[in-house]
Structure formats: C-alpha cells, structure tokens
C-alpha cells in the first residue's frame, strides 16, 4: 500500500540554521509528492510539490528533491527564521482515480530567536 | 473567491448528539475532499466527491457518518450519534479536474465531543 514516514519531532533550531526534516515514502504508481505546512490554528498551506522522479519543488527558500532511487523527499532550508516555526508534512497522491493523500505524521519545527 | 471556507470553526458537543459541518469550496473546483485530523497525526482521507457523486469513501467513515455534496457546490458532513473518539480536526479540500494539481485546504473544523 501508500505510505509515508516522516521524522519525528519536535525540531528545535535556532534562527538562521540548516534545516532537514527527512521524508521516505512507499508507494505503488507514480507518485506525486508534497509538502504541506500548517501555522498554528490555521489550515494546510502548500509549502511545494514534484509530480515526477528528479523533480525539485522550491517556495519561500525550502527546496526538495523527488528522489526515486531513495523514494524520499527530503524539505531543506538553508537559513530559518522564526515565523517558519509550524508543522510539516509530507504527502503523497498516485494519479489515478480519486488523487487522494496520504500524508505524514508530521514534524513541529520550532525556531528560536 | 477567498479559498475553501469552513463552517464552524469550532464545535463543543455532548456525546450522542448529532453534528453537521459545512464546506464551501473554491468556486470553480469539481473535487472535494474531507479529511480528519487527530492529535499530533496528519490528516486521514475521509471520503471524495466528483462534482455531487461521492465516488469513494473511507472505512473510518463508519454508518454514523455520512457526506453529501447536493449540487456540486458545497458539501455536508454529519456524524450521528457522536462519540468522544469523533473529536479531531475535520478538514475539507478541493482541486480542479485537471491533473497533478493541488488540493487546497479550508481551515478545518474543530470538533469537541464532551
């Protein structure tokens, strides 16, 4: 079946790091992969997307890369600030049919000041 | 058209009493989707709508759950009989027909099962 697994959190940095938050995911078909950020009290914003293998999705400084081989898509960033403090999740959907997600767990990122 | 609306926000009810949400999505998107969300776990895939056929639906939507999408406009979630397990976060998206789109999220509604 689809799934998606995604680091756990919380992730605590301090303004102006290096940000990873690792995602891997199973999947049958070909995938298009996501992520999504969620601000406290507010619904899922699309962070970025890649519909194909060595596609990279990029938006407001993060980046990630579809890779196959590895079945990840990995959400970097190489400087944060502190308004990127939210949750994170990554999703999938196979373009068949319903385009349906199956998202994460999540990952809370928390950036200090 | 200022994205997929919600209605309510939030929602505190007794155990057994029935509840019913509202989403308004993005005017010109045929797809619709509702997702529940607990505590610290992303959204689980409720039940899907092409235009107002309901064309797949989860096994978490239990015979107390039922989805309506009357005209291809708006949609209804009502849960009957609720019980504590139902309190989450329920989340309402929607996409265009066209393929490798998005989907864009409403801001959920909150459900409190006292």
């Known amino acids: 079946g689809n799934s998606v697994t995604q680091m756990e959190g919380p992730v605590t940095l301090s303004e102006e790091a290096f940000l990873t938050i690792n995602c891997t995911y199973t999947?049958?078909?070909?995938?298009?992969l996501f992520w999504y950020v969620q601000y406290p009290g507010e619904g899922l914003q699309l962070l970025l997307k890649?519909?194909?293998?060595?596609d990279k999705g990029s938006n407001k400084g993060f980046e990630a890369t579809y890779r196959k081989e590895t079945t990840s898509f990995h959400l970097e960033k190489g400087s944060v600030q502190v308004s990127d403090s939210a949750v994170y999740f990554c999703a999938l959907n196979v373009g068949s049919g319903t385009y349906k997600y199956i998202f994460g767990t999540g990952t809370r990122l928390k950036v200090l000041a | 058209d200022t994205g997929v609306s919600q209605n309510p926000r939030h929602k505190i009810t007794k155990r057994g009493q029935n509840v019913t949400f509202r989403c308004d999505p993005i005017s010109e998107h045929n797809r619709l989707y509702w997702y529940r969300q607990t505590l610290g776990q992303g959204p689980e895939f409720l039940t899907y709508f092409q235009n107002e056929a309901q064309l797949e639906k989860s096994r978490l939507l239990s015979d107390r759950f039922s989805a309506e999408r009357p005209k291809g406009s708006f949609s209804t979630l009502e849960i009957q009989r609720t019980e504590q397990g139902d309190s989450a976060m329920y989340l309402c998206a929607s996409r265009p027909g066209t393929a490798n789109t998005e989907a864009f999220f409403g801001q959920g509604t909150r459900l409190t099962v006292v």
């Open positions: 999947a049958t078909g070909y995938p298009s």
């Open positions: 890649a519909t194909k293998a060595d």
